[in-house]
């Protein structure tokens, strides 16, 4: 047998289609970076594996890098990258045949690198598996299709589409208005049927330009993969389209923030919804899920809304959650219980940023419900009516919610000690990064005021 045999269908068959020129061996960074390196198909038959510096953990969005390397110093040792083949996918926008495939990090020893963001992930599964419960997710994916910004200095505005009217993007739900954008949704549509993700459903949100796809339930590691590719591919249908695709959290002003929404439920070794019980009602199991939200959810701000930028979304009456409660089909709680048949029962977490790494995000969520259910954590009183005056507020700031993610310890025990170390530095380090930068407001503001 070759590697060929144990690829997805949809990868056997564009290798069907297209000569094999060369193969993509990627690893998510903190960011969601894809990082790796571009391997002509020859050398790829022969590869079992390759290596990168542990370094790509360290290094923050503008490129410069965290001095987390530890007590021995900055001495970027090579980790062990290993190929998980039934990532496999297509890249339908390359000149020539072209396969990407996500790689798991390990040391020098055989151990998984702790600061990986699909390993992080993958303990979180695992300490759920140990437990007899096997987490489902479902992630919503939102966007901005804007005009290419080439200069920072110049506010991003959005794309402007066949009625030549940003206004007709404004427009929530309407069909009007994904058609105004058609050429573009398209090339994502094809780009995904050939990559073999399946979408159920593309919406049209309240921002100009700004659109939802939603995924379809399934394993956490697998989805969240998916939202890797997703990105990329999004990205690539929009350049083909003179135009830029965002997942910046708030990318205009005036606009509402893009979220990335995950349900989640919990089935047994039976495959039940352990959110349900025998005659269909809400279990222990469903409530302690909600308290651990509540409960550790502050603390995994830092996680799920992991830049400056991100802050600027959670703003009331914004088409964002600022609170920690929880509602039935309620959307202006922090965590919604959307309506549904007693065997799909799920909890949405509807704080998450869409500028989230998705690995960091689906594990950090799963990690609040695990303790919930673990400590037996009730929710409070389910809010009656608008939330947006909930004094439950969540971080005002990224430095803010560093302070409370560095105090939680029982979330660093279940994401891990190495990630939480490495993070916490990286994400400083940003935050220094940004006060470095004089921002029009202040110029203008402040120049000749004080």
């Known amino acids: 047998m070759t590697w060929s045999d144990h690829i997805p269908e949809a990868a056997r068959t564009y290798l069907e289609n297209n000569r094999l020129d060369e193969v993509e061996c990627m690893i998510p960074d903190f960011p969601g970076i894809a990082r790796g390196k571009a391997v002509?198909?020859?050398?790829?038959?022969?590869?079992?594996?390759?290596?990168?510096?542990?370094?790509?953990?360290?290094?923050?969005?503008?490129?410069?890098?965290?001095?987390?390397?530890?007590?021995?110093?900055?001495?970027?040792?090579?980790?062990?990258?290993k190929p998980d083949l039934s990532t496999t996918t297509a890249a339908p926008w390359a000149a020539d045949g072209t396969l990407q495939v996500?790689?798991?990090?390990?040391?020098?020893?055989?151990?998984?690198?702790?600061?990986?963001?699909?390993?992080?992930?993958?303990?979180?599964?695992?300490?759920?598996?140990?437990?007899?419960?096997?987490?489902?997710?479902?992630?919503?994916?939102?966007?901005?299709?804007?005009?290419?910004?080439?200069?920072?200095a110049k506010p991003i505005e959005p794309m402007i589409g066949r009625t030549g009217r940003s206004s007709a993007g404004r427009?929530?739900?309407?069909?009007?208005?994904?058609?105004?954008?058609?050429?573009?949704?398209?090339?994502?549509?094809?780009?995904?049927?050939?990559?073999?993700?399946?979408?159920?459903?593309?919406?049209?949100?309240?921002?100009?330009?700004?659109?939802e796809i939603n995924l379809r339930h399934g394993d956490p590691v697998k989805l969240a993969d998916?939202?890797?590719?997703?990105?990329?591919?999004?990205?690539?249908?929009?350049?083909?389209?003179?135009?830029?695709?965002?997942?910046?959290?708030?990318?205009?002003?005036?606009?509402?923030?893009?979220?990335?929404?995950?349900?989640?439920?919990?089935l047994d070794a039976k495959g039940r919804n352990i959110f349900t019980g025998p005659q269909g009602g809400e279990t222990d199991a469903f409530f302690h899920f909600i308290g651990g939200l509540q409960e550790y959810m502050p603390s995994a701000i830092a996680v799920i809304a992991p830049y400056v930028n991100s802050y600027r979304r959670y703003v009331p009456d914004s088409a964002a959650p600022v609170n920690l409660e929880w509602g039935r089909d309620n959307r202006?709680?922090?965590?919604?219980?959307?309506?549904?048949?007693?065997?799909?029962?799920?909890?949405?977490?509807?704080?998450?940023?869409?500028?989230?790494?998705?690995?960091?995000c689906i594990a950090a969520s799963l990690a609040c419900g695990y303790l919930g259910m673990k400590n037996e954590i009730r929710p409070d009183k389910r809010w009656q009516g608008?939330?947006?005056?909930?004094?439950?507020?969540?971080?005002?700031?990224?430095?803010?919610?560093?302070?409370?993610?560095?105090?939680?310890?029982?979330?660093?025990?279940?994401?891990?000690?190495?990630?939480?170390?490495?993070?916490?530095?990286?994400?400083?380090?940003?935050?220094t990064e940004f006060l470095q930068v004089i921002s029009p407001w202040e110029r203008e503001h402040l120049l000749l005021n004080v």
């Open 386 to 431: 608008e939330a947006y005056d909930s004094e439950a507020e969540i971080a005002a700031s990224l430095w803010d919610a560093l302070d409370l993610f560095d105090e939680a310890k029982d979330l660093h025990a279940v994401l891990g000690e190495e990630f939480a170390r490495v993070y916490s530095i990286v994400k400083r380090t940003e935050y």
């Open 171 to 211: 427009q929530a739900y309407s069909l009007s208005a994904i058609d105004d954008y058609g050429p573009v949704i398209d090339d994502i549509y094809e780009f995904a049927e050939v990559q073999g993700f399946e979408i159920d459903g593309i919406t049209q949100e309240g921002g100009a330009g700004q659109l």
């Open 102 to 152: 996500i790689h798991d990090a390990f040391d020098q020893k055989g151990k998984p690198v702790g600061a990986s963001p699909r390993n992080v992930l993958k303990r979180v599964c695992d300490l759920y598996a140990k437990e007899g419960w096997k987490p489902v997710v479902a992630p919503e994916m939102e966007f901005y299709l804007v005009a290419r910004n080439i200069d920072p």
């Open 226 to 266: 998916e939202v890797f590719f997703f990105k990329r591919l999004i990205r690539e249908a929009a350049l083909k389209h003179d135009c830029f695709a965002t997942f910046m959290a708030k990318p205009i002003e005036g606009e509402p923030g893009s979220a990335m929404h995950v349900h989640h439920s919990v």
């Open 332 to 360: 202006t709680t922090g965590i919604r219980i959307p309506i549904s048949e007693p065997n799909a029962r799920r909890i949405e977490n509807r704080l998450p940023g869409m500028d989230c790494n998705p690995y960091l």
């Open 40 to 81: 002509p198909a020859a050398k790829w038959d022969k590869q079992s594996h390759f290596h990168l510096p542990n370094s790509i953990f360290f290094q923050t969005i503008t490129g410069d890098w965290g001095e987390a390397a530890g007590p021995d110093g900055f001495l970027e040792p090579d980790m062990i990258l």
